[in-house]
């Protein structure tokens, strides 16, 4: 894995396309029961609003690593703890088919200081083709 990362970063880091056979091919985004039915018909991405302040419009953010996607999630302005599984603020892990996605769209995650290749940032639409549910 930490060979994976140094390969991310500096592919990344060179703006050079990804070697699709080295690119993981799951990636994790976490986000909120309440979203899912426009993410299930929509996509991932595009021109709506984030969950931070900092994310920018029409990127995606996604993870090497399901539990590390689901940490942004738990870490968010929108999310408290106390929050009621019934407010729609269950948590739940998308899992990506990174090999159906241009691998020209990906970037480091700009937003994570020192990132190692854990994150990367993805431009574009997440087709929901591209998209399941992770189980752990």
Sequence with gaps: MKLLRKYIRASL???ASLDQARMPS??????????LPSIQNNGLGGDRDTQWTDSER???YLAIDPYV???YA???EA???SFDEGDGYKIVILEIDATSLNQNMFKLDRNVIDNEGDTVEYHGIIPVSA???WRN
């Design 13 to 15: 880091n060179e703006q």
């Design 26 to 35: 799951k990636l994790y985004h976490a986000t909120y029961e309440h979203l």
């Design 58 to 60: 029409g990127v995606v």
């Design 69 to 71: 996607a689901e940490s």
């Design 74 to 76: 738990e870490t968010t």
């Design 79 to 81: 999310y408290d703890e």
């Design 131 to 133: 998209l399941g549910i």
